[in-house]
């Protein structure tokens, strides 16, 4: 199963992955990062088909897919 992590030190929420994703299981957590920002999280690993959309639009480098 795929499995899409973000790494919360360096994703600023800016928000592409949450636009591009085709399923929209990405979105902004509640939580706050050591910076301020709410960082983008996926809520619903079970339908992530890791596409790496996501992981091509994350101008930080934050987002790490896993097959």
Not at 14 to 27: A, D, E, W, Y
Not at 39 to 56: G, H, S
């Amino acid at each position: 199963m795929p499995k899409m992590t973000v790494d919360p030190t360096y994703c600023k929420g800016c928000g592409l992955c949450v636009i591009t994703c085709p399923k929209k299981i990405i979105r902004f957590s509640d939580s706050i990062n050591e910076k301020g920002y709410h960082y983008a999280e996926c809520f619903n690993q079970d339908e992530c088909t890791a596409c790496k959309l996501c992981y091509i639009v994350c101008p930080d480098c934050a987002i790490t897919l896993e097959k």
